[in-house]
């Protein structure tokens, strides 16, 4: 598990940024955390490190939104979902496969994404800062997830 605090939503959108760095096709990430914790912010960072220029919104009433960059990202939020099995239905870890797929309210639907993926925590402190967890599942392991503290 790697620890990082983000004192701001831009240093939030940072950490985004500086995580698609290490992507590759197919990789799924998975964001847990209250409403307001960051989510979308962080999802919009990964984005931008995507090369998406389009502005990143939360996908909350249409339940998946894509985007063109560098490789395509897939921006999901699961919770309006009433079951795992409707996030099956929808087929989007196939959908996504030669791209990113971020999936907000994830852990709601880990047992349907691959063994490998990033589970990412986010919570607000008390002053308002983001204190963010990952935790790499399968060979996430062996990713240099360290490089993103600064």
Do not use: N
Not at 29 to 41: E, F, N, P, V
Not at 83 to 103: C, H, N, Q, R, T
């Amino acid at each position: 598990m790697i620890e990082l605090v983000c004192p701001t939503v831009a240093e939030t959108m940072a950490l985004g940024r500086r995580l698609a760095s290490l992507l590759h096709s197919g990789d799924v990430i998975l964001l847990s955390g209250d409403l307001g914790s960051g989510k979308t912010a962080f999802a919009s960072g990964i984005a931008e490190g995507l090369g998406v220029e389009e502005r990143v919104t939360s996908p909350s009433f249409v339940i998946v939104r894509t985007y063109t960059g560098l490789m395509p990202f897939t921006h999901v939020d699961v919770y309006r979902l009433q079951s795992s099995g409707e996030f099956e239905d929808l087929e989007l870890v196939e959908y996504a496969a030669d791209g990113v797929l971020v999936i907000e309210w994830g852990p709601a639907v880990a047992a349907s994404v691959p063994r490998d993926h990033l589970l990412v925590t986010l919570e607000v402190a008390a002053d308002d800062r983001r204190e963010i967890s990952l935790f790499p599942k399968g060979t996430w392991r062996s990713r240099p997830l360290q490089e993103l503290q600064l």
